[in-house]
């Protein structure tokens, strides 16, 4: 009989070839394990019914049981994320590099409680009011300045009642803002010119005079109070010029309808914006405006938005007449990208993100074709940001942009009215890695709040801001940072420093003794242990800076 009819006598009776043992052995010995056990950080009780799963290669996932115990089996070698989720707790994320046939299995993730705020707002009669959503802001520091960011917010109940959970441990700011539009359409008469204005915990119209709250791991803070102000409010009257030339004024489009807003401009916030009306021929009125700065915005859709035209405008004490505003149709930019090396490289696995300010795509990503080309549908004039990402292990970076004769180096362009040409991106698969580890000694591994940060040895604040990079410890306590461009850096391991630190000059200057500095070619690779900045050193300093 021969070998080909033994195999099918051996498949008919139902036995499988021996052969395929072997290979089912050999694969099986490939795979890794992960065991571990998840905990509350702050009583160090096992947590039950915790759901932890696994971002990579695989999604794998596992509910830990009434120990706090999980495994997650028959894993392929390879980096993975791995989240960890319970009601009531913030969710974490652990980075894990498995290899062949490894056996995690001493993982330990402590869950910090989540903290909440809650209370009620009333009216400067003292009675509770409901025409209003509460919202909490964090410090954060952008090109050396500090700001505030919104961390979240809520409406309240019918009983003036708000509660904002799922938060840090830190410092908060509060506010209160009322539906203006509400107001307008029911003021009475005894408050005709008045109006209640948005008002910071616990009863500050300026954001500079706002108290902070302080919330621990777990806490939950009761019984705020923010008491509403009022104060005397204007309206924006003006004209859209060039309405006829803005395609799908009215009705749901790819971009929706026009909306007009004037935002409150200060130093820490763009506060509260307040919408206006827009009427078929091109005028507007923005109603109940506080006295103050106010930067005027005319846009389409919501993501994306696309902004049309801008103005800005001085309230003081009385209604702001004959504002004109000139809108420029939103068009497509198409754009290219090109290699600088001559190997060959697979545009389809890239994807090109531009900005607008803020850290908020102005379009959804776009892929590029097979020979590079992109196209951005609809933009409007502005300034704008372009980032290419070709994932996390892959070391393609941006060298140069290049936009109507103008060539930039740290990835920003102006779209401006009448500029012609195409977006041409010149992109390198040779950008630099650095690898190392934080000494044992200092407990960082046990500690996932270290972050490792590459800080570029630069004065221009965009390019610092946009190169500037974080990375985690894995489960070793080692790190990989992907795609360096060449140049000098410093690398620093820190805890609990806010990421907008790192662009300030005088927090720098301050550390600059205790990093690592660095100087990275093209495609090269330097391994690195880095030392950790102490909690002893950083706290002071920030406290010193005003940096929360």
């Known amino acids: 009989m021969s070998s080909r009819s033994s195999a099918a006598a051996l498949l008919v009776a139902g036995v499988l070839p021996v052969v395929s043992a072997p290979f089912q052995s050999e694969n099986a010995d490939r795979l890794s394990l992960v065991k571990g056990i998840v905990t509350n950080a702050v009583t160090g009780e096992p947590l039950r019914k915790t759901y932890v799963r696994l971002e990579g290669k695989q999604g794998n996932s596992a509910v830990t049981d009434d120990k706090g115990r999980f495994v997650i089996e028959k894993i392929e070698p390879g980096g993975y994320d791995l989240e960890t989720e319970r009601p009531g707790f913030l969710r974490d994320v652990v980075q894990l590099n498995l290899t062949a046939g490894q056996s995690l299995t001493d993982l330990a993730i402590a869950l910090k409680p989540q903290a909440s705020i809650s209370g009620r707002v009333v009216d400067d009669d003292g009675d509770i009011w409901t025409h209003v959503n509460v919202y909490i802001f964090r410090s954060a520091w952008k090109q050396g300045h500090r700001t505030l960011e ?189 290699i600088e090396e001559s190997k060959a490289i697979d545009f389809s696995k890239l994807y090109v993100l531009l900005y607008s300010g803020g850290n908020i795509p102005s379009e959804a990503p776009v892929v590029p074709q097979e020979d590079g080309s992109f196209v951005f549908q609809q933009l409007g004039v502005g300034r704008y940001r372009v980032e290419v990402n070709g994932g996390r292990k892959d070391d393609v970076y941006l060298k140069t942009v290049r936009f109507a004769d103008a060539e930039s180096l740290n990835g920003s362009f102006t779209l401006t009215e009448g500029a012609e040409g195409n977006l041409q991106l010149v992109v390198s698969s040779r950008g630099a890695r650095v690898t190392g580890t934080v000494p044992q000694s200092s407990g960082a591994t046990a500690n996932r709040t270290v972050q490792v940060v590459l800080v570029p040895a630069t004065s221009d604040m965009e390019k610092r801001e946009s190169l500037t990079q974080h990375e985690g410890l894995d489960q070793n306590g080692s790190f990989t940072i992907h795609a360096i461009p060449p140049g000098s850096y410093s690398l620093y391991a820190a805890q609990d420093v806010p990421q907008g630190a790192w662009s300030d000059p005088e927090f720098l200057q301050e550390v600059a003794t205790k990093g690592v500095k660095l100087q990275l070619g093209e495609g090269e690779t330097k391994s690195i242990e880095v030392p950790v900045l102490s909690k002893a050193v950083v706290g002071p300093l920030l406290s010193r800076l005003g940096i929360e």
């Open 150 to 338: 919104n961390s979240g917010g809520n409406n309240v109940d019918d009983r003036g009642e708000f509660r904002i959970a799922d938060l840090q441990p830190g410092k908060y700011y509060v506010v209160a803002e009322p539906d203006n539009e509400w107001q307008v359409r029911f003021r009475s008469t005894r408050s005709e010119g008045l109006l209640l204005q948005p008002t910071w915990y616990p009863g500050s119209i300026d954001e500079e005079a706002a108290t902070p709250v302080t919330l621990t791991a777990g806490q939950e803070l009761h019984g705020l109070e923010i008491r509403l102000r009022r104060g005397a409010v204007r309206n924006i009257r003006g004209r859209l010029q060039g309405l006829s030339q803005i395609p799908k004024v009215t009705g749901q489009g790819p971009f929706g309808n026009l909306g007009l807003w004037a935002s409150r401009a200060n130093n820490l916030t763009e506060g509260t914006s307040y919408s206006g009306i827009i009427q078929t021929d091109g005028s507007f009125e923005v109603k109940g405006v506080p006295p103050g700065t106010y930067q005027l915005r005319v846009d389409q859709g919501f993501y994306p938005r696309v902004v049309l035209g801008r103005g800005s405008v001085q309230v003081d004490d009385r209604d702001v007449e004959d504002v004109s505003i000139t809108l420029q149709p939103p068009r497509p930019l198409k754009g290219k990208i090109a």
